[in-house]
């Protein structure tokens, strides 16, 4: 090697650790922000569940049954409707909403 290429060889000597380092950081940053999506998408998801299940038990058994099944689910009965063979429901979990609706018999 020359005297000019071992001197640059030490200038660029240790680069890549502020390099990693950003990269990590980056890492970092970018899953904290998707923390809160995959919570909403879950609770989203349960409230569907959860409102589809209160909404079966409330064609089957009324109400109360809704409301039971809504809350063994994780989930809030926030209404509950009834018109001729058909029942609607609304339930919540966290910040998610979720309806449904079912037939009777």
């Not at 071992?6 to 950003?22: I, K, Y």
């Amino acid at each position: 090697m020359t005297r000019r290429s071992r001197s640059a060889v030490r200038r660029e000597a240790g680069q890549a650790t502020p390099l990693v380092l950003v990269v990590i950081a980056l890492a970092v940053v970018v899953a904290l922000a998707l923390v809160p999506l995959a919570r909403g998408a879950a609770q989203r998801a349960q409230a569907r569940t959860a409102a589809d299940a209160a909404a079966l038990a409330g064609a089957a058994e009324g109400e109360d049954a809704a409301r039971e099944v809504a809350e063994a689910n994780g989930a809030t009965l926030q209404e509950w409707h009834a018109s001729g063979p058909d029942v609607w429901v609304e339930v919540t979990v966290g910040e998610a909403r979720a309806t449904a609706k079912a037939r009777r018999g």
